[in-house]
């Protein structure tokens, strides 16, 4: 099955600055890369999602980027603040939406 | 109105005991999940429906038992629950297109003692 890594784990910006969390995936087939966003006592919700025809998608301050040849996404927010602050998921899925999901990274937003 | 609605919230339960947990939407989606998230916050799937058919039944405990009564609702049994059950259970639909977003509940935090 597919085998997604995401990193890091934990990231901690001041606020204004940006971030950045990087996914890697194992199978090539899989086609639809959604990020969701996790607050405290609350479940995921979609923020940006990339099918694997674009390379690149940009959504107000938040970008994804992917490139197919090397099997990897990224996630990146600009101008950060504190209501950023939360636990963001990167998926992968082939066909039918079987979403294999990323272990997370913690994202703090210094102010 | 919520549009994924899991009950109770929170559940706390001594070991050897059976208990559910309810999901129900209002989107009209077709496919409904279970997941369960770890206390490394680590999401995986466990059961999918569509159209109240079984359709992924990941390597879980036949302890764990989905029940479909209807397209809207996917509720979930545990019996005999152990210490390691202990989790945050997400019910999530989907309109069951490929590429279509997940819409997930706000949890069910389940409390094994």
């Known amino acids: 099955g597919e085998n997604v890594e995401q990193h890091p784990s934990t990231l901690s910006v001041q606020e204004g600055d940006s971030a950045v969390i990087k996914c890697t995936y194992s199978?090539?087939?899989?086609?639809?890369f959604p990020w969701y966003k996790q607050e405290l006592g609350k479940g995921p919700q979609l923020i940006i999602d990339i099918r694997s025809n674009v390379g690149e998608k940009k959504d107000q301050r938040i970008a994804v980027t992917l490139n197919k040849t090397a099997k990897h996404f990224s996630l990146h927010i600009t101008e950060t603040q504190p209501e950023d602050s939360a636990v963001y998921f990167c998926?992968?899925?082939?066909?039918?939406?079987?979403?294999?999901f990323g272990t997370g990274t913690r994202l703090t937003v210094i102010p | 109105d919520t549009a994924v609605s899991q009950t109770p919230k929170y559940l706390v339960t001594q070991m050897g005991n059976d208990k559910s947990i309810k999901c129900e939407q209002n989107l009209g989606h077709d496919t409904m999940y279970w997941y369960k998230q770890d206390s490394k916050k680590f999401l995986k799937i466990m059961f999918s429906?569509?159209?109240?058919?079984?359709?992924i039944n990941e390597t879980v405990p036949n302890r764990f038992s989905p029940k479909s009564p209807d397209k809207a609702h996917l509720n979930l049994h545990i019996n005999s629950l152990e210490l390691g059950d202990s989790a945050v259970y997400f019910c999530?639909?989907?309109?069951?297109?490929?590429?279509?977003?997940?819409?997930f509940g706000n949890g069910t935090r389940l409390t094994v003692t």
């Open positions: 199978d090539s087939a899989s086609n639809y």
């Open positions: 429906y569509n159209n109240k058919e079984l359709i």
């Open positions: 998926a992968a899925a082939t066909g039918a939406n079987n979403l294999f």
């Open positions: 999530a639909s989907t309109t069951g297109t490929a590429g279509s977003p997940l819409h």
